[in-house]
């Protein structure tokens, strides 16, 4: 039987499809027998199916005489720490982050929480639970609610990040979009408030409930940022923070309701970092580079560009010993927080930043006006690689440059443009950006080339 649920470094599909409770206990019982895992860290989101796949999912580990790790509801990056943490040999999320409703899926890792693709394991899982000749189930089975645990350890690592004796009165408005972040949120705050933290909050749509009242959150989507924006100017804020459904992305906006783009952002905590770290180095994905290389550049540090996506940033950081790494779709990577992404420690770094140097509006100013970019387009195409090969053929031969890390890069001189297909969905996404320009000029060039 063939999974198409596997994706590049993934799990996501349409359930009762691609995805359903049977195959979830396969893809447990293959994850165990691939890694040789006898502990597993299992957490979920608040999708209403997530509950009955992580059972699905416990039931194939069991199967295999694993000790299972239950963080029950809980972030992406809360499942990365605990398998570092509690030294398990891998760690599995139930989630589909910011998918459609009828879609659920799974993010996992390898001892350490280091990241699974095809090459490391990935393949192998699939092979085994395409098979499902797994034979009888194994004894020694055991499934502990660690979840408690799991989150004070969690809570330590994240607050490590920041000094807290730096921080000053700043009220902070917070979006949970009714995902899982709020309860973590909640933990973060507490331990804030104990050490002495002098930050107010203001919660929005911050109760968990996987029936998204709200829509389900992705703040990337310019028709989901309203809400947020108009939240913080009622409640006069310093800046907003606002997750997606698992948290493991962290969007901002400005005390004026401004979205921050996920590049100036990149920008700022590279810069912030390599204050604290001389000439470390730093990785960025393909897709919006300008304002992240001049950033790097000026601060004394050496940018590295990793392939689009997670496992694969993941993968860069550990190679080259890089300090932290970001991509403009607001994933936020960090050496000591075992090379992952976690959607709580860019706000904190954030509200230091704006504590010592002033609002978040200013900090990025001057960057928005270097590098003026459209933010991420998306477009259902029948042929996303016939899409780029034209767009290769049109704009190639007046390209100072091209790069094919990810899709199709074309430096243009004063623009240049990425093209590329998702890795988790059925779009080709479009990014430009400008050497001090309006880019929608550009944006409708590439439009009408392609016929989007």
């Not at 972030?75 to 910011?98: K, P, R």
């Not at 890089?322 to 770094?349: K, N, Q, T, V």
């Amino acid at each position: 039987m063939s999974l198409s649920c596997f994706k590049a470094y993934d799990i996501r599909g349409r359930l009762g499809i691609d995805l359903d409770g049977g195959i979830a206990t396969r893809i447990g019982r293959g994850f165990a027998r691939a890694l040789g895992a006898r502990r597993v860290v299992l957490g979920r989101d608040v999708r209403a199916s997530s509950g009955e796949l992580c059972d699905a999912v416990a039931e194939g580990l069991l199967a295999e005489g694993v000790e299972v790790l239950d963080l029950g509801l809980c972030g992406t990056e809360e499942v990365y720490a605990g398998t570092a943490l509690m030294a398990a040999d891998g760690g599995i999320c139930v989630t589909a982050s910011h998918n459609p409703m009828d879609w659920n899926g799974m993010k996992l890792v390898r001892a350490g929480a280091a990241p699974l693709d095809a090459a490391s394991g990935l393949a192998q899982i699939r092979a085994l639970a395409e098979a499902d000749d797994f034979g009888p189930a194994r004894e020694g089975g055991l499934r502990r609610d660690v979840a408690d645990a799991a989150r004070a350890g969690y809570v330590d690592r994240v607050l490590s990040f920041v000094d807290v004796s730096a921080l000053r009165d700043l009220h902070i408005l917070v979006n949970a979009g009714h995902g899982a972040a709020g309860p973590t949120f909640d933990a973060l705050a507490g331990a804030l408030a104990a050490r002495g933290a002098p930050l107010r909050f203001t919660r929005l749509y911050h109760d968990p409930d996987g029936r998204f009242p709200q829509g389900i959150p992705n703040p990337l989507l310019p028709e989901n940022r309203p809400a947020t924006a108009e939240a913080l100017r009622r409640a006069d804020a310093d800046f907003a923070v606002a997750w997606d459904g698992d948290f493991d992305r962290c969007f901002l906006f400005d005390h004026e309701g401004n979205f921050i783009d996920g590049e100036y952002v990149v920008g700022l905590l590279a810069a912030s970092f390599l204050t604290k770290e001389p000439g470390a180095r730093i990785i960025h994905d393909p897709r919006v580079i300008w304002n992240s290389r001049d950033v790097i550049a000026q601060a004394g540090g050496e940018a590295i560009q990793a392939r689009t996506g997670h496992a694969f940033i993941k993968q860069a950081m550990r190679d080259h010993g890089a300090l932290y790494g970001g991509e403009m779709s607001a994933h936020h990577y960090f050496r000591d927080f075992f090379h992952c992404d976690s959607g709580m420690i860019p706000w904190l770094l954030i509200a230091e930043l704006v504590s010592r140097e002033g609002p978040l509006a200013g900090l990025v100013a001057a960057r928005r006006a270097a590098f003026p970019s459209s933010g991420e387009m998306n477009f259902q195409v029948a042929d996303a690689a016939g899409a780029m090969a034209l767009a290769a053929e049109i704009f190639g031969p007046q390209a100072r440059g091209r790069d094919d890390t990810d899709g199709l890069s074309l430096d243009l001189g004063e623009w240049r443009f990425n093209l590329r297909a998702s890795n988790t969905e059925p779009l080709l996404r479009l990014n430009v950006e400008t050497r001090g320009a309006d880019p929608a000029p550009f944006v409708a060039q590439v439009k009408a080339a392609l016929g989007l």
